[in-house]
């Protein structure tokens, strides 16, 4: 079938955009190259994935359908036909990660001694040991509902397992009843049985069903099944005058009690107990998934801990860092002569974590400001952030907490470290702060300076180790003044500054993404070599596809790697031929956001916390900071062009919006992740200080 | 080791913003910058129209000051000064605004002039563009629109000739039609017949036409910069695209700005009235472009406060004063010989006094101020035209002197014949103590300096003074027959005598020529 720019929308649909992602995440999952346990996380990635995208995108459409929204979007659909479109590929979806899970990763997991039992299983002795779990473990924390026309559905929490009961009729009454029992989502949902060597576990849900009897005494239970809903879960904080905090509390509340986009249900459910399901939760035949046991399948992540498995998952590296342990302990001095760029998790987060260790432990340092948007709860940076309060040193903290379903654990950091003095500001109103930026203001002999690191991941030290992210580690004056500027912005001590180096949305940032793409459009006019590189987890934003298809049309080569969502059509006559698109999902998850221009051969490389989506460029604050040295901006320009170079994990888009493995490679396969943890290694400084070497691609390095 | 430079902070209280600056300042290197913070907050508004701050707006302000302490705190700032211009200069309650402001920050903030205000800049100015083509011409004109004021300057080679304090700023404009309520195309066209009456009248005074350099100030020029990526130091404007794109924000409404530019709303609702006053002055000249150098009073401050290289910058400075004195004396038609030898004389004299007068290198300055413009007023009537020159002087701009400063000069010109201070004297009565006594020592050096020249000849070259116990005696050297002179000079040390209680005693040297 050929596209053309005439015959259709030049925009795919980001709802089927973001499912072919998570298609590409279930390929992970079933392929059978990656290793067992890989798999198993990588399924439950795909089943934690879809829950947020029906929780937040299909929430949204159907917003839509209801507000009568009926105009097409971009891509040339409605909401309605995008409801419809979506849900047989959810259905689609669903279907292939249960073939995957139940019909090989379960059974492959078997053989390997990690035994998922149905009851029918189980020993008499471990049946034994069950009962006496479910009453005195799991009977006083279970509260069956009865439900009847006095009593109204209660309001489930999102995203937990329930059980259903039909119960038959009371003596005298010809309807059958209907009960629900939450399932305590705070007990682990894989109970562990005993066993001679190996691991057996039941599901949590299945023990309940074992004893239900308890539960309704003297009643005739005529069926059980486990079901899950989807909540809508659009944030939207009201401002009356609350704190922000609380205000998000109460928004924690009411999410709970928020309309339902989905209702998963067990295969083995009849059509009666099914229709009364779908009558009390308001939902209709499109938006019900019969899934085989076990519904929720986030439960496989936890056989990531389980002991003994070495084999059966990726070996753990150690990542390599980039400075010699003298160097560690002297960061700053280090940073008065060059930049460090660290590419994580080929490179430890150490130094990150280093820098504000010493910073705060240094008399010298006057002041800390950092941005923290889902930071690990005892990170170790927020306890240097709070020695460094405790010790007299002006700390200011910029707290992101809408950072989605992470909201409670935010919380609780976020009030910890203001009772030890920091200055905390709860986010800026209409704004996620999204960027990352730390900054420390040192007192030296040449009067004050300051430190940076300025990222395009999360201060999170543990996803650090799984998150392709890159950082900067500088001293330049230029990056200290505006992004000391920009902190006095987002603390609300001074109007948003105009920057010359940096960008910032809601600000500069488009505007700034805009002209640097023109200006490759203007040299491609002007018959000169134009090009643009560019890496994103996401790629939404039209004005940002359209100025791509101009560049495009002037001759301007575009490449891009784009791990998630990408409505940009690649490859089309007239519009796109000269756009291509990758993606790479991969044992790292892609993170790091990195624009290159090539500016008629003097590349300029940039790296950003934001990504091409409407949302990151207008919505958020977010930064884009140029890579100066030249060292450092060949290994971001090198570490690029191999991602873009992968023969293995890349797929890449055509026209129609179907993602494929590229044709075998003609030469060496490149397999990007893998070719950068090994330069990684080949490139740490050894005991006699060796200094970073950029390699300039795969092979080059000999 | 190098010693221990701590940072330093300035604040600049505007018309239209609050703004912060903290640089890193050694001897001998240029200031650097740490970080800027600005906050729009329309003082101006308030002031320019109701003649008071408002107490919303005061604690606006005062907010943004207490936020600004937070980042000087991050700082450990070891210095700071604060200065405030027109809107707060010209409000009623500048002084309880100034008293809040230090009760609740601690932070004294410091009203300075127009006058002083464009010094301070000029400095900065002149460090930035050092070297630039523009520094060069003869004839450039230095123009800059803050919220409260335009200040218009000649330069000649980077050195200010004429400058001019005008009522024309971009937030006094806007304020100007605040109850008026029509289509932003009428008030445009209102706007810009006002500026252009404004522009004539400032041709009056400073010359503008002719100018071959257009040197352009203040943040909403700087926004044009910005847009037009013409540079960050220095931008270059080039004539026409300036003037294109200036006509495309002036027909767009503030909403429309706000929205399209992202501007801060108080941004926005100066952009045009200043962007009017730009146009209408570069139309006047036939610059090919604006050049936009990246300064501020705040930048001059810190080259102020630097220190090290201030006194090049004092000399050159007053270089600068004198030649602006000149400019003035020109309009007024003085006897150029005369007042050059009064000055003369006058400077010989302050500085053989030294040990007795207790006065420093300013009040040798303003001494040489008065001592080259004492006669302007014969220009209004050759009768009482000391008179004359007291009001003149009072309501006259000389490039680097203060509002204060004008004052002591009118009143140093009143007393250099006639009359000397008197309780009546109502304008000499409302100087402090410390300035009548300066009013005085320096009157009375000024009278006998033009005693000397009595006759408008120039006939005395040198004079020296010894000083004995209880008489002073001056020794005159010069050409031709002094005995008018000393006369003249005898009964004219009358406020000397008075003054510093010495007895003077002239005696002639006359060489014949």
Redesign the interface.
Known sequence: MSTTASSTPPFLNRELSWLAFNARVLEEAANKANRLLERAKFASIVASNLDEFFMVRVAELKHAQAEGERRPGPCGMTPAEQLTAVSERAHELMHELYASVTGDILPALRAHGIDFKTIDRVTEHQRAALETFFHDDLLPVLTPLAIDEERPFPMLASLTVNLAFWLAPAAGQSEKRLAVVQVPPRLSRLIRLNGREGYEFVLLEDVVRLCAEALFPGQVILESSAFRLARDSEVDPDDDGRSFVEALEAELRRRRRSSVVRLEVEDSVSDGLLALLMRHVHVESDDVYRVPSPVDLRCLMSLVDLAGFPALLDPHRLSTTVLTSDEMDDIFTVLDQRDVLLHHPYESFDPVVRFVELAAADPDV??I?QTLYRTSGDSPIVKALTSAADSGK?V?VIVELRARFDEARNILWARRLEEMGA?VIYGVRDYKVHAKACLV?R?T????R?YLHLGTGNYNDRTARVYSDMGLLTSS?KF??EV??FF??L????????F?TLASA???LRSRLR?LIDREVRRAREGQDAEIRAKMNSLTDVEMCLALYEASRAGVRVRLNVRGICVLRPGVPGLSENITVTSIVGRYLEHARIFVFNNGGEPEVYLSSADWMTRNLDHRVELMFPVEDATCAAKVAAALDVLLRDTVKARHLDANGVWRLGSPAHDTPVDAQAFLDELAIRSAPSADDTRFQPLTGPGAGG | MDALFGPVAVIDIGASALRLVIANIAPGRPPEILEQASRGILIGRDTFSSGRIGPATMDAAVRAILGFRRIMDGYAAIMSRAVATSAVREAANADIFIDRVRTRTGINVEIIDGAEESRLTYLAIRERLAGHPSAGADHALLLEVGGGSLVVSRLERLQPRQSGVYPLGAIRLRQSLASWHGRHEQRVALLSRHIANVVADIGREVQVAGATEVVALGSDIRFVASQLDAGDEIAILERERFLEFSAQIIAQDEETLVERYRLPQVSAETLVPALLIYRALLLQTGATHLVVPDVSLRAGILVAMAGGSAEPALSDFHAQVIASAQALGEKYRYDVAHAEAVSRLATQLFEALTGEHALGRHDRLLLQVTALLHDIGAFVSVRAHHKHTQYVLESSEIFGLSRDDMKLVANIARYHRRGLPQATHLSYTGLSREDRVRVQKLGAILRLANALDAEHLQKILQVRLTAGEDVWALELEGTGDLTMERLVATSRADMLTQVFGRRVVVHGAGVDG
């Open positions: 006057l002041a400001k002006q200011t200055h203001v007192r002999s040449q009067g004050v300051r004056p200290g003044s000391s500027a006095s912005a603390t609300g001590y001074s109007d948003p500054p105009r010359s809601p600000h500069t002209k």
